[in-house]
């Protein structure tokens, strides 16, 4: 089809469209979804009955506020790449916070260590963990992904990556409320192991929301 | 842009004609090919038309059109250039292609041969050859049409096909 008759077919199929809100905003309303989806599931689940004593400690709650902040960071920048004006860094936004996730479990396994010796790195196994995450987060990384749809002809893959990423750290923090795991290292390797896994699989099903979307186009 | 939002129709006809220069030149900086070119021109226009509800009127317009631009662009040559890897040119496997039926320089010699064949059999032998058996008509019809009685059709049939298997060599 010529170019000009398309930009005349397009200008008569016009329909009015509703604006998005800022992202922002968007983020904020998927984010009081997400916490309150993992707090309704603490809330069942009853919290971890040594929650108060384990709050007291300064560096299980700094673990606690990077997870959080790696989910909110990963959502927010997520709904900002989902705009084709957007600069692609908004990536990097979750990056730091995630780092200070992982180091400060690495810490604690370090911590651990010390104070228990070698016993401290025996790795056990947690599925229960690992099906929270996966049962939790995959469900809240596709709602935030349904949200941004229309980034599809855009950026699906970091968008989906980091809608894995918001998931399943969101689903760690409610995990870390109820669920009763002592070593850090089972923390990392359950937790931050479960949600490296959700954030490879976004990376392939972005991949795969990449082809749908152009295949779209090339066949037009 | 806004007034596009708001389903004016008449503003976004000119809007997208107002960015058809800024279109065609991202697509021709990327895509050296000129059809290439104007599909990937076309891809947008459709990426716009659906990302509609993206654009915030707050913001200047001309990074949102022009990224979306790049980012079909983009998707064209990475299509393209996996399908490339999949493709051969045909020019250079002519040799390995099987021929199609009937084509081989053996098959065409033996056609040659039959039509000299028949061009050399007797006026009446080929009249009825053609209308009996290749035209495969009843008959009656062929005699009327060839103008021989259905005996002398039925013997000039018979003496043109005993002559072409004689001359290629094939016993009754």
């Given amino acids: ?220 | 842009m806004a007034a596009a939002q708001a389903g004016d129709a008449r503003a976004y006809d000119l809007l997208l004609r107002d960015c058809l220069p800024l279109l065609r030149a991202i697509a021709r900086r990327r895509i050296a090919d000129r059809h290439e070119a104007e599909d990937a021109v076309q891809d947008t226009l459709l990426t716009i038309h659906r990302m509609l509800a993206t654009y915030d009127p707050t913001r200047p317009a001309r990074p949102w059109i022009a990224a979306i631009a790049e980012r079909r662009c983009v998707d064209r040559l990475r299509r393209r250039g996996r399908g490339a890897g999949r493709e051969a040119s045909i020019d250079d496997h002519a040799e390995s292609l099987a021929a199609p039926p009937g084509a081989t320089g053996e098959d065409r010699v033996a056609a040659r041969q039959l039509r000299e064949a028949v061009a050399d059999l007797p006026e009446s032998q080929r009249t009825a050859l053609r209308l009996a058996k290749l035209e495969d008509l009843p008959l009656a019809e062929a005699a009327a049409r060839s103008g021989l009685s259905i005996g002398a059709l039925k013997v000039a049939t018979h003496r043109a096909l005993k002559t072409l298997r004689r001359r290629f060599g094939v016993e009754d």
């Fill in chain 1, 1 to 220: 089809m010529d170019t000009e008759d398309l930009i005349g077919r397009l200008a008569a199929e016009l329909r009015p469209v509703r604006r998005l809100p800022h992202p922002l905003r968007r983020a904020a309303t998927w984010l009081g979804f997400a916490l309150l989806a993992v707090a309704a599931c603490v809330a069942w689940f009853g919290p971890r009955h040594d929650l108060m004593e384990r709050l007291e400690r300064p560096h299980e709650v700094a673990q606690l506020l990077f997870a959080l902040a790696t989910g909110v960071l990963a959502a927010v920048a997520a709904f900002e790449l989902s705009l084709p004006d957007r600069s692609s860094r908004w990536v990097l936004l979750p990056l730091p916070a995630a780092a200070a996730w992982v180091g400060s479990l690495g810490m604690g396994c370090l911590a651990d260590v010390a104070r228990m010796g070698p016993q401290a790195l025996v790795l056990g196994t947690s599925w229960g963990c690992f099906r929270f995450i996966l049962l939790m987060g995959v469900p809240l990384a596709l709602s935030l992904v349904w949200m941004l749809r229309h980034a599809g002809p855009i950026r699906p893959v970091p968008v989906a990556v980091l809608g894995g990423l918001a998931g399943a750290a969101i689903s760690a923090v409610g995990l870390s409320l109820f669920h009763h795991l002592d070593a850090a290292l089972m923390v990392l390797a359950w937790h931050g192991g479960t949600t490296l896994l959700v954030v490879v699989a976004a990376v392939f099903a972005g991949r795969a929301w990449q082809e749908r979307a152009s295949v779209g186009f090339t066949a037009a």
